[in-house]
């Protein structure tokens, strides 16, 4: 391992209180819960073993603290802002997609489709200083402060409420998780757009579009049995597959606006080389991304006949 | 019955079709007078492009959104009354699309919904104009009219488009086209995509259900051997224009007009004596229709073109008993040798 922290800290305990090799091993070994005499390959085992039992280790940065508590106190944080972000965005962007399919003819389309293309062209963090030195850094003419309090915004919530605050409560989480779910959500949008208008462009011109007008079948039908159901399925796989990037995703804009999800914690124990952690939340991303692969491909095979198993 | 006593159903006058197009207007269709008669089938036959789909879809009014209507009118005759179908609201010609004028599209291989069954093709189909069928009696007559095109009606019904082969899908649209007793279907090209066995499956089967039913065929096509079996009377386009119009067996067997001279010749014949070697073709292609010049358009291909031919268009001259050609020089066409 690189820069091992247990190997850290046994020289640390050498160098600085003078004991001898033995007593400091002993000592880290009781600290961090580790055999250090096993080989490695039966100390992996036994981390397996570990893990089908739920059992993730122990933190390195924080004794005593297991992995699992600290990524079921960080999680939910993640889901709700990643989460709202995924989904805001994509009825957003599903909706505006729509509407500049259909009016193609109409001034606002290159603009809905311009700055869609423009927006999903920024990266993520980049639209993560700007909201934070638009609402929060700049004091615009003709005012004292600027927009809003970006100080008291960090975190998930202000310390003390908790859910039994009630209504407090849920516009608390909401004040706090604003900027990073507008971020996600601007992030997206623009890509949600442009598939949405493509796919809808191109169903428009499909032969059994045209067919079903020749057939004398009502615009209502031919939009939702027609159109709407072949459109939307690649909306409904993309969707699917970036479920699993919804943990992931959140590194860099939890970073920024101090939001403590698992992203933060993930960047947190790679600086602490908390390897136990680091590990857990990796695994925990990895699952989610294989599960939500999965989920994409039954979903297809529900929405779409041509992907199912002949009977 | 003679033909002459037949009622007329649907008569195109002079119409002019062009596209809007970023280098002007593109002229697809000129000038064009056709009638279809009840139970009469119309072959359109002409190289692509010289506007048999672009006349075929007005007449349904599904024009591409750049058409642009020029001049004349498109009629539709029904128990007397006169409907005029280029001047119809969407909401008229709603109800007369596939319930009246059946149009079937060329790429018969992608005109059925992926994700849906082909029942339900049937369904929408019936319950777009009368909502009062039982899903029941709605797949109990496309079982009927499946059967008679020969497919089994349960398997087809219960499957997704993808799950059929090209000439099953093909047969099934025609079945679907007839789900709501049209007075007149218009196939566009229905035959291909399809190998020849299939093809002569299909040609057998519209035959059969013509005899059957009482409705007339407008059928686009430039295999020859299509029009010639099942047409009743040929129309020859070129350029957006009806150059020749007759019976089938006066334009195949003496043409008047150059270009269906040179189309019926360029048949290869597989029984021959004698292996005259080169196919014959009609050289060169056909003019741009974004700037038309007043001349024949056919001149610049024609064997038989006279100084007069660049200088003005012909007008339509009759040649015998509903056969008229638009030819200053179609006393010179020959007859087609019957060779076997």
């Known amino acids: ?311 | 019955m003679t033909k002459a006593m037949k009622k007329e159903l649907l008569k195109i006058n002079d119409l002019s079709i062009a596209y809007n197009t970023p280098r002007g207007k593109l002229h697809a269709v000129r000038n064009v007078n056709l009638t279809v008669h009840e139970n009469e089938v119309v072959a359109l036959i002409g190289e692509s492009g010289c506007g048999k789909t672009t006349l075929c879809l007005s007449i349904v009014q599904l024009d591409e959104d750049n058409a642009q209507l020029l001049n004349g009118e498109i009629n539709y005759y029904k128990d007397g009354e006169v409907k005029i179908l280029t001047q119809m609201s969407e909401r008229d010609i709603k109800i007369i699309r596939w319930q009246e004028i059946a149009l079937m599209f060329q790429a018969s291989q992608s005109v059925f919904n992926p994700v849906i069954k082909i029942k339900e093709h049937f369904i929408d189909t019936v319950k777009a104009h009368d909502n009062g069928y039982s899903r029941k009696a709605i797949i109990d007559k496309s079982k009927n009219l499946l059967s008679k095109m020969q497919l089994d009606a349960d398997r087809v019904l219960n499957s997704y488009a993808h799950e059929l082969s090209g000439g099953m899908k093909q047969r099934a649209l025609i079945a679907l086209s007839f789900i709501l007793d049209p007075k007149i279907v218009i196939f566009d090209e229905p035959t291909t995509a399809l190998d020849v066995l299939t093809q002569r499956k299909i040609i057998d089967l519209l035959r059969l259900i013509k005899e059957e039913y009482d409705f007339s065929i407008i059928i686009i096509t430039h295999d020859l051997a299509i029009a010639a079996e099942l047409a009743d009377k040929v129309a020859t386009m070129y350029a957006g224009q009806i150059v020749e119009n007759g019976k089938t067996e006066d334009i195949f067997y003496s043409p008047s007009h150059p270009y269906s001279y040179g189309l019926i010749n360029a048949v290869p014949k597989l029984i021959s004596d004698k292996c005259e070697g080169d196919l014959s073709s009609i050289p060169g292609s056909p003019p741009d229709l974004i700037d038309i010049e007043n001349k024949c358009q056919f001149s610049p291909r024609c064997n038989f073109a006279t100084e007069e031919c660049f200088r003005d268009e012909p007008t339509i001259s009759k040649v015998g008993e509903s056969h008229f050609v638009a030819c200053y020089n179609y006393k010179n066409v020959p007859p087609i040798r019957r060779d076997n």
């Open chain 1, 1 to 311: 391992m690189p820069s091992n922290p247990v190997d850290i800290y046994v020289n640390e305990l050498i160098s600085s209180h003078g004991i001898s090799v033995e007593a400091a091993r002993s000592r880290a070994s009781a600290l961090y819960a580790l055999d250090l005499d096993m080989p490695v390959w039966r100390q992996y085992i036994s981390y397996l073993g570990n893990l089908i039992q739920g059992n993730m280790g122990q933190s390195i940065r924080s004794p005593g603290v297991r992995v699992s508590t600290i990524i079921r106190a960080r999680l939910p944080w993640t889901l709700f802002t990643v989460g709202s972000g995924l989904i805001i965005s994509t009825i957003l962007g599903i909706v505006l997609g729509t509407i500049s399919a259909f009016k193609r003819d109409k001034w606002y389309e290159p603009i809905i489709t311009g700055s869609a293309s423009i927006i999903s062209a920024i990266p993520d963090f980049l639209i993560g200083i700007f909201l934070i030195i638009f609402f929060g850094i700049i004091t615009w003419f003709g005012m004292d402060r600027p927009l809003l309090p970006i100080q008291s915004m960090r975190g998930t919530h202000t310390m003390g409420l908790s859910i039994d605050d009630g209504f407090t409560y849920i516009r608390d989480i909401f004040a706090h998780g604003m900027f990073p779910i507008i971020t996600y959500v601007l992030a997206q949008i623009g890509m949600w757009v442009l598939l949405m208008k493509g796919s809808t462009t191109s169903t428009l011109k499909k032969e059994y579009v045209k067919l079903a007008e020749a057939r004398g079948l009502s615009n209502t039908k031919i939009m939702s049995k027609y159109v709407a159901r072949n459109a939307f399925l690649p909306i409904a796989t993309e969707f699917a597959m970036r479920m699993g990037f919804i943990l992931g995703g959140s590194l860099i804009i939890e970073q920024l606006f101090v939001y403590e999800g698992l992203g933060l914690e993930l960047l947190n124990a790679v600086h602490g080389r908390d390897y136990p952690v680091m590990q857990g939340i990796l695994l925990i991303i990895t699952a989610c991304i294989v599960f939500s692969n999965l989920f994409a491909e039954l979903i297809y095979g529900a929405l779409d006949p041509r992907t199912r198993r002949g009977e």
